[in-house]
């Protein structure tokens, strides 16, 4: 039998998961990757075999990829229009 103090831990810890979880879909919707991607790794170490936050952390790092690759893409085309104008005058 569960004492008290089990359930409200239980409750607890559920509480903050959920908590988590919403903070996390919160900056992702926004796409505040780095924000949502820490909320969803502090709710999966409350839940560590939920799948929801597992694939929403995925998730992020998928994105997080492809803007660090399109941004490293953008430096190199301003750096040739830079070196282009300097060229030039």
């Known amino acids: ?3 008290p103090n089990a359930e409200i831990f ?3 810890t ?6 988590f979880i919403r903070k996390g879909d919160d ?3 926004i796409e505040l ?3 949502a991607r820490s909320w969803y790794k502090k ?5 560590v075999d ?6 929403q952390i995925d998730e992020c790092n998928r994105l997080l990829a492809y803007e660090s690759r399109v ?3 953008l430096l190199v085309i301003a750096s040739v229009l830079i070196a282009g104008i300097l060229i030039l005058k």
């Open 27 to 29: 900056f992702f919707k």
């Open 1 to 3: 039998m569960e004492t």
């Open 14 to 19: 559920e509480r903050d998961f959920r908590e």
């Open 43 to 47: 709710a999966l170490l409350l839940n």
């Open 33 to 35: 990757l780095r924000q």
């Open 50 to 55: 939920n799948n929801k936050a597992k694939a």
């Open 71 to 73: 941004v490293r893409i």
């Open 10 to 12: 239980i409750d607890s």
